[in-house]
């Protein structure tokens, strides 16, 4: 079975660019999660989307944006690319949209470079 | 604003040591999760602690949830090349109905043959 898959694996934007980056949760998975991991640091929740609503939302600006489509495919879409913004974008899938207590499964995240 | 600190932040030892990783907080979490995380993969769980005081097992690591679900602790014992990664808790607030976990910064750890 194919685990979470993302796209693009590596990319590179200058700052004021616009990014979307994609995930696939394990099918059956109806929860997609995102976080950010910067170098040196534990991944950071940004949103987290359950049978296509939102169901949480980290300390973000409003730059940051997600969906989830029908399939529970989703997208995070980042305007206006800052440096900071450089990071590893992980995607989670999980069974359940409630209290964390279940196990997310993690891409292998969307490398985002910003120059 | 609930946080969780690791430590230590950098671990290098030799084969055969055993070693343990702290994770703390003033904040309770109802439940507190292990992640290994190897270079250009996503976090992979370890285990989850649900109840104060569980003590769960996996091989050679143990996994301790404190008795007032502010604190875990991870120890290895016989250290492995194999066991070479980023260790990372994560923990789910006690008023969270989402799916949101909080990590701490990692414990990055080098087992040198």
């Known amino acids: 079975d194919a685990g979470v898959t993302q796209s693009p694996t590596h990319l590179i934007k200058t700052r004021g660019q616009h990014v979307t980056l994609r995930c696939s949760p394990i099918s059956g998975h109806k929860s997609v999660s995102w976080y950010q991991q910067v170098l040196g640091q534990g991944p950071q929740f940004i949103f987290q989307?359950?049978?296509?609503?939102?169901?949480g939302r980290g300390n973000f600006p409003d730059r940051f944006s997600a969906r989830q489509f029908p399939n529970y495919s989703s997208e995070l879409n980042v305007n206006a690319l800052l440096l900071g913004d450089s990071a590893l974008y992980l995607c989670?899938?999980?069974?359940?949209?409630?209290?964390?207590?279940?196990?997310?499964?993690f891409g292998e995240g969307s490398r985002l470079t910003v120059l | 604003t609930q946080l969780l600190e690791q430590s230590p932040q950098f671990l290098s030892i030799q084969e055969g040591e055993n070693l343990t990783v702290y994770c703390n907080s003033s904040?309770?979490?109802?439940?507190l999760q292990w992640y290994r995380q190897e270079p250009g993969e996503g976090p992979v769980l370890l285990v989850t602690v649900v109840t104060g005081g569980e003590v769960k097992k996996l091989k050679r690591l143990t996994f301790q949830f404190g008795d007032a679900r502010k604190d875990s602790s991870l120890h290895i014992t016989a250290a492995q090349p194999g066991d070479t990664g980023l260790y990372l808790c994560a923990g789910a607030g006690p008023s969270s109905n989402t799916g949101k976990l909080i990590f701490g910064q990692g414990t990055t750890l080098q087992v040198k043959p």
């Open positions: 989670a899938s999980s069974l359940f949209g409630g209290r964390a207590t279940g196990e997310l499964f």
């Open positions: 904040s309770v979490f109802s439940s």
């Open positions: 989307y359950y049978e296509k609503e939102e169901r």
